[in-house]
């Protein structure tokens, strides 16, 4: 009889490794000040790609993990004199090409000035 100990265990860890991607939490809304003025609404957006190899490994990131950030600060330059956003949602596509894939955040919200 064979044993499957050694295939079931090797199958096993290629998985768990293969899985164990993980990024940090990131808080897209920034707290407002004590007093603001309201500007009008604000969007912005912010790609990053995944890829340079097949389908199923794409693994060269390519500006993936600030594109939130790069989508935030462009939402905020999108209103004159802003300087925060507030009541924010977030949107996240993506589409493939040849040797990756890239990811577009879509950001919109409230732009705000703080008032001293």
């Not at 199958?11 to 920034?30: D, F, N, R, Y």
């Not at 790609?49 to 993990?65: D, E, I, Q, R």
């Not at 939130?68 to 596509?93: C, F, H, I, R």
Request: aromatic share 8%; glycine share 10%; with cysteine.
């Amino acid at each position: 009889m064979i044993d499957m100990r050694i295939p079931i265990i090797a199958s096993a860890a290629a998985l768990l490794l293969l899985s164990g991607c993980s990024s940090h939490q990131v808080s897209i809304e920034k707290a407002p000040p004590t007093k603001y003025e309201k500007l009008g609404e604000a969007k912005g957006e912010g790609t990053g790609s995944l890829g340079l190899a097949a389908t199923a490994y794409y693994f060269v990131p390519m500006g993936l993990n600030s594109r939130s950030e790069k989508a935030y600060d462009n939402a905020v330059a999108s209103v004159p004199g802003a300087t925060g956003l507030m009541n924010v949602t977030y949107q996240e596509n993506w589409f493939w090409w040849v040797l990756g894939t890239a990811r577009t955040v879509k950001i919109s919200g409230d732009a705000i000035k703080e008032v001293k």
